[in-house]
């Protein structure tokens, strides 16, 4: 199994860089440097680490100090596990760790990003976390050349994770939802049920109280294969997500639905941002 714990001393905090490079395939260039990381922490920030029976480290998540809107909040910059390690629920454990460190602090909302298209961290974030997004942002980074980010525009949601909200209480406790998508209408779909499928075009116009948007299910193998429908899906759900966030939408589920013709992984966007 693997134990996480929180890592202060230098020597522990460079390790951390090796393993940005091995989790993101990126250079030592690309990486959050040891002193940032030893700046962080002594600043009021967190780095937890997640080792395995031998005290490797196989995972990790760091968070630094903020302030939004008059109050204090954590923005949560990295999260990340190697890929033999992944789907354990280690990336879970690190986040309960750090809901329960920013708790202890005095802190109850913690933010940070991601890539939208990224299927299995929408599941992850807004469906296991309970985060919400409401804002996006176009090309935050600029070009990023990493194995996982080069290819598309460095586009991203901003989550926030409200620690003491009925949501994310109830997701962390794993219970059960109600079905998802039911009563909902599609502003993006794909054009058709194979993996390369193209994006329709966005039904921007939709006044429902919930709408899906769907996004691909494998953006990596897309990006590899097929990058102009990559492109395709990213230019199309930019302007469905800048567009229903601007009316007061807020993405607060991500999810696989299961049908064996045509699996598909979509958005529920709601009308009202649900209570922090």
């Keep these: 199994m693997f134990t996480v714990r929180p890592i202060t001393n230098a020597d522990a905090l460079r390790r951390c860089v090796d393993l940005q490079m ?12 040891d ?10 920030g967190l780095v937890l680490g997640g080792f395995s029976p031998d005290a490797t480290l196989i995972g990790f998540s760091y968070a630094f100090p903020g302030w939004r809107r008059g109050k204090p909040l954590w923005y949560s910059h990295m999260t990340g596990v190697l890929a033999e390690h992944r789907d354990a629920g280690l990336g879970y454990h690190l986040k309960a760790a750090q ?14 990003t991601y890539d939208p298209l990224q299927a299995g961290n929408a599941r992850f974030n807004l469906g296991r976390l309970g985060a919400v997004a409401s804002r996006y942002h176009a090309d935050y980074y600029g ?8 290819g598309l525009p460095s586009d991203r949601f901003e989550v926030d994770w409200f620690l003491r909200s009925p949501r994310v209480v109830a997701r962390l406790a794993s219970t059960a939802r109600p079905p998802i998508g039911e009563d909902a209408v599609w502003a993006v779909t794909a054009t058709e049920p194979e993996p390369s499928a193209l994006p329709g075009r966005p039904h921007l116009d939709l006044r429902d109280a919930r709408i899906l948007v769907e996004i691909p299910r494998d953006l990596n193998d897309l990006k590899t294969a097929h990058p102009a429908a990559a492109a395709a899906w990213r230019e199309t759900t930019r302007a469905a997500f800048q ?14 639905m299961p049908n064996p013709k045509r699996p598909r992984v979509a958005y529920l966007m709601e009308r009202a941002a649900p209570d922090p």
Excluded at 99 to 112: S, T
Excluded at 243 to 256: K, L, N, P, Q, V
Aim: proline share 2%; aromatic share 10%; net charge negative.
């Design 22 to 33: 091995q989790i993101w395939g990126m250079d030592a260039g690309g990486a959050v440097p």
């Design 35 to 44: 002193h940032q990381l030893v700046a962080a922490v002594s600043a009021g």
């Design 99 to 112: 809901r329960e460190a920013a708790l202890a602090a005095g802190i109850d909302h913690i933010v940070w």
């Design 143 to 150: 070009a990023m050349i990493d194995v996982i980010n080069r």
């Design 243 to 256: 567009h229903y966030f601007a009316r007061g939408y807020a993405a607060t589920d991500a999810f696989t």
